[in-house]
């Protein structure tokens, strides 16, 4: 069985470092890995309207954002294919088909959706689209047989969703589907990165968010703003490390050698830690330190980010040609899906035929 990739971002705003460290960082790896045969990486700009639908300009502008910030983390076209969902059709009719294997019920039990539901006050009104959205992210795995999902922790029940919806199909219609696998980030503080402000989650609406195209500027004041241990007061208090924003971006982003350009005076982050929580080491010195690890990561991406914003029309036709292959592909399963469940009227040269003997007895 060929080894082969799914996975994307809505499109609803830049991708933040919190998205890089998640899967960008890790799709690039995998993509030069050469383990794979195929990686298709997806504008979930369809999956955005469900609940941005009376805001389509929003999508629509972010289209091209998203993909300047693919290629600039080094995501290759030659390598990987990049498109947009809602130009794929497949899609959606996979989606209808699949709507018949699963249950209101099992909808509303999966975490994912009861917490995404809850952030976005749906409680009272839930669209559809939203409500469903299990089903269609099943379709965009299975209509590229996907064995492998990189993704967050959380979309763990979304994954384990697609999987009992190939079972289902395979169980009714015969062995059809592929059955994905999720692949997690390697570095434990890369699975769910806080925001700046220490809030469980890295949010454009909450504000908190360092961009992978912020200037180094942004970037700077940012990472001095940045919430630490309140109770660390003086610079001679002992500080928590645990919850401590700065040293979990550090466990994130800092390497050994980092310490011999940056800080000297350390030889790695646990000495770093050990220092900080018996105390006589400043918040300053610390951010200081974060500031020149995620300028010497961002600055790479943010030079790749400007020359391809020299050639717009360049990036559209990446993605044009994007979408090309990966309706060829979603097509091929989709006629599998079709010959399984006995639609395919016109194909079956076997049923006509014997449609045709019916009723000339």
Same mark, same amino acid.
């Given at each position: 069985?060929?080894? #082969?990739?799914?996975?994307?971002?809505?499109? @609803? !705003?830049?991708?933040?470092?919190?998205?890089?460290?998640? *899967?960008?960082?890790r799709?690039?790896?995998?993509?030069?890995s050469?383990i794979?045969?195929? $990686?298709?990486i997806? $504008?979930?700009?369809?999956?955005?309207?469900?609940d941005?639908a009376?805001?389509?300009e929003?999508?629509?502008q972010?289209?091209?954002e %998203?993909?300047?910030d693919?290629?600039? +983390? !080094?995501l290759?076209?030659?390598?990987s294919?990049?498109? #947009?969902?809602?130009q $794929?059709a497949?899609?959606?009719?996979?989606?209808?088909?699949?709507?018949?294997?699963?249950?209101?019920?099992?909808? /509303?039990?999966?975490?994912?959706?009861k917490?995404?539901?809850?952030?976005?006050?749906?409680?009272? *009104?839930?669209?559809?689209?939203?409500?469903?959205?299990?089903?269609? /992210?099943?379709?965009? #795995?299975?209509?590229?047989?996907? @064995?492998t999902?990189?993704? =967050?922790?959380?979309q763990?029940?979304?994954?384990?969703?697609?999987?009992? #919806? %190939?079972?289902k199909?395979?169980a009714?219609? !015969?062995?059809?589907?592929?059955?994905p696998?999720?692949?997690?980030?390697?570095?434990?503080? +890369?699975l769910?990165?806080?925001?700046?402000d220490?809030k469980?989650?890295?949010?454009? *609406?909450l504000?908190? +968010?360092?961009?992978?195209?912020?200037?180094?500027e942004?970037v700077?004041?940012?990472?001095m703003?940045?919430?630490?241990?309140?109770?660390?007061? &003086?610079?001679?208090?002992?500080?928590?490390?645990?919850g401590? @924003?700065?040293?979990?971006?550090?466990?994130?982003?800092s390497?050994?050698?980092?310490?011999?350009?940056?800080?000297?005076?350390?030889? *790695?982050?646990?000495?770093?830690?050990?220092?900080?929580? &018996?105390?006589?080491?400043?918040?300053?010195?610390?951010?200081?330190?974060?500031?020149?690890?995620?300028?010497?990561?961002?600055?790479? $991406?943010?030079?790749?980010?400007?020359?391809?914003?020299?050639d717009?029309?360049?990036?559209?036709?990446?993605?044009?040609?994007? +979408?090309?292959?990966?309706q060829?592909?979603? =097509?091929?399963?989709?006629?599998? %899906?079709?010959?399984?469940?006995?639609?395919?009227?016109?194909?079956d040269m076997?049923?006509?035929?014997?449609?045709?003997?019916?009723? /000339?007895?």
């Amino acid at each position: 069985m060929k080894k #082969i990739i799914l996975t994307g971002d809505r499109p @609803t !705003g830049r991708l933040h470092i919190g998205h890089y460290v998640g *899967s960008l960082k890790r799709r690039v790896e995998l993509q030069n890995s050469g383990i794979y045969d195929k $990686i298709f990486i997806m $504008i979930a700009d369809a999956q955005a309207l469900t609940d941005n639908a009376d805001c389509p300009e929003k999508v629509r502008q972010n289209i091209i954002e %998203v993909a300047l910030d693919y290629l600039s +983390c !080094g995501l290759d076209p030659e390598k990987s294919v990049l498109f #947009i969902q809602s130009q $794929i059709a497949e899609l959606c009719e996979l989606s209808f088909y699949y709507m018949n294997l699963v249950t209101v019920a099992r909808l /509303q039990r999966n975490p994912t959706v009861k917490s995404e539901i809850q952030m976005r006050n749906f409680e009272a *009104s839930i669209p559809v689209g939203f409500f469903t959205y299990p089903i269609s /992210q099943a379709s965009d #795995i299975t209509a590229f047989k996907a @064995t492998t999902v990189p993704v =967050g922790e959380d979309q763990e029940p979304m994954i384990e969703q697609t999987r009992e #919806i %190939v079972r289902k199909f395979n169980a009714v219609y !015969g062995e059809t589907l592929v059955e994905p696998e999720i692949l997690l980030p390697d570095n434990e503080a +890369c699975l769910r990165l806080p925001g700046t402000d220490g809030k469980a989650k890295m949010s454009k *609406s909450l504000n908190n +968010c360092i961009y992978l195209s912020d200037t180094p500027e942004d970037v700077r004041k940012k990472v001095m703003g940045m919430y630490t241990d309140p109770d660390h007061v &003086r610079v001679e208090d002992p500080g928590k490390v645990e919850g401590n @924003t700065v040293f979990t971006y550090l466990d994130a982003f800092s390497k050994q050698e980092h310490f011999a350009r940056y800080l000297p005076d350390y030889a *790695s982050l646990d000495e770093l830690k050990a220092h900080y929580k &018996r105390g006589g080491l400043g918040d300053v010195k610390v951010k200081k330190f974060l500031n020149a690890v995620l300028q010497e990561e961002l600055e790479p $991406i943010r030079n790749r980010r400007k020359e391809y914003e020299k050639d717009i029309a360049g990036v559209y036709h990446i993605l044009q040609e994007g +979408c090309r292959k990966a309706q060829e592909a979603a =097509g091929e399963t989709l006629d599998e %899906v079709r010959k399984a469940m006995k639609i395919n009227y016109f194909d079956d040269m076997d049923l006509i035929n014997e449609q045709i003997k019916r009723f /000339q007895q």
